[in-house]
């Protein structure tokens, strides 16, 4: 490494014409320079300038290793930066564990589109709802919007995971419309697996949690989104699943000043994977489109 800078050394006073002005450009002192230069003749056994109170120019010895010395540093110049752009270049197979209704909705297309963005990425897409250690199970990126952490994995938070409240027309009719997030537990609940039968709410006063009774549960928010639409009961689901429902009076929105806490959906990846340049782009490609499509109901 000593004996590369004082080839770098050797090259800049060539072409700057002396110590003080290599010195300037390199931001050393020209003592620094004058001993790498001296260090650089001792390993060569030969002198490489003329020294001289008007003028500092090339021994014969020093132009003919200039043009040498130049191609060699070039070639170690464009070794280094090759690794570099290797190591940065967006390649790989990337395996992502991911939950059902999302993927089908949204994420797929968006991953698809990361694709063909990167066409040198491959991916194995895994639907699980439930939350998994993606160390343990080997997965680069686990995505979903449950609170579960894991040791040596990092979280990485996406966008956020907006729910709404809502039953069908038809069942308020005969149950009633609650006024206040305890009246649920006198109605019929449709409630998620991996969120339970603990619904959670904001307001004024501050949250308000309340157990309700799951009259049917599932692990998938479309399947609780149909069950409502049929008048079976009260059901919690994601707002990009609901909203067009709603929009159209299929559903009706219940206790919207009191709104359901939010969720996040986040990324779970292993710390061996998170510095690496696919994993890095992909996080970043998902928290601008997912956001896109989750939050603001836009087309990802």
Known sequence: MDTLIN?????????????????????VAPSVVT?????LEDQMRVKLFIRS????????????YLPRYQSLVKEIDD????AAAVAQRIEGHLRIKAPTTVTIAFL?????????????????????????NPAEEGYDIALGALPASYSNVIDEPLCPYPRKLCAAPAYLETRGIPKHPRDLVNH????????????????????VD??????????????????????????????????????????????????????????LIPQTQARKPTVKA??????????TALVTGRPA
């Not at 998620?192 to 501050?206: E, M």
């Open 7 to 27: 080839i770098r050394t050797f090259l800049t006073v060539a072409r700057s014409g002396s110590f003080s002005a290599a010195g300037r450009h390199m931001g």
């Open 282 to 291: 992909l996080l970043e490609w998902l928290r601008i489109h997912m956001h």
């Open 35 to 39: 001993k790498r230069i001296s260090r």
């Open 53 to 64: 109170t008007r003028q500092l120019s090339l021994t014969e010895v020093g132009e003919r």
């Open 79 to 82: 070794a280094i930066s090759g």
């Open 210 to 267: 309340v157990e309700v009774r799951s009259a049917f549960s599932a692990n998938d928010t479309q399947i609780l989104h149909d069950l409502a639409l049929r008048g079976r009961g009260v059901a919690m689901v994601a707002s990009y699943v609901a909203e067009e429902s709603i929009k159209t009076g299929r559903l009706v929105e219940l206790l919207p000043e009191y709104p359901v806490s939010e969720l996040w959906l986040k990324a």
């Open 188 to 207: 019929i609940c449709l409630t998620f697996h991996a969120t339970g039968s603990t619904w959670s709410f904001l307001s004024p006063g501050g949250p």
């Open 108 to 132: 797929a297309r968006i991953l698809s589109d990361f694709q063909q963005e990167h066409p040198n990425v491959t991916m194995d897409l895994a639907l699980v709802d439930r939350s998994v």
